[in-house]
């Protein structure tokens, strides 16, 4: 097997699909789900934590969290574009 052959197939492989991404922020957005798979840890914890405990106190946390999956409606396809060009771009050197 050459190894573009095998550079495409661990690409396709390993490659970040705004879809799933959407599935995940959908249905389990309040717990960074979505940004886990997106690879941005950092991101992915803080809003696990703001689902977690986001109603201590009064609530403010869940509103936080609430403007933040809104703006992660728009940002979900640019992550998703940049992880895979970086992945791409391991892949081939």
């Known amino acids: 097997m050459n190894d573009d052959l ?6 396709d492989a390993q490659r970040k699909s705004p879809v799933i991404a959407y ?9 960074g789900a979505h940004r886990f798979y997106l690879g941005t840890t950092g991101a992915a914890v803080a809003q696990l934590l703001l ?3 986001g109603w201590l106190p009064f609530f403010v946390g869940w509103g936080i969290l609430g ?3 809104f703006i ?7 992550i998703a574009e940049r992880k895979n060009y970086q992945l791409a771009e391991r892949l081939t050197f």
Do not use: E, H, K, N
Not at 6 to 11: S, V
């Open 6 to 11: 095998r550079a495409q197939l661990r690409y």
């Open 23 to 31: 599935i995940l922020w959908f249905f389990v957005g309040f717990l």
């Open 51 to 53: 689902g977690l405990l």
């Open 67 to 69: 403007v933040w999956l």
């Open 72 to 78: 992660d409606l728009f940002l979900i396809p640019g």
